[in-house]
């Protein structure tokens, strides 16, 4: 891009290559969220080509009465 320009080679050994330093800082932050935002299909509860079986589901049901005071 400014390869042949002495000031961007000025600038570059004063103050480091910022534009490739922000480059490779979006391309990790990319990657990140491209884990982070992937499904979690080892947590689903039943796998997906196995329709659910009526009654083999967790139900909630009523706790017994406690002791009355």
Known sequence: MFQ???IYDRLISE???VPSQV???A???SRELEFVM???ESFSPLPA???AQPG???QRSALPPGPQR
């Open 15 to 17: 103050r480091g290559d």
């Open 23 to 25: 480059r490779r800082e």
């Open 56 to 58: 083999t589901a967790w």
């Open 49 to 51: 080509e196995r329709p």
């Open 4 to 6: 042949d320009s002495p």
């Open 38 to 40: 992937q499904p979690l």
């Open 27 to 29: 391309e990790r932050v």
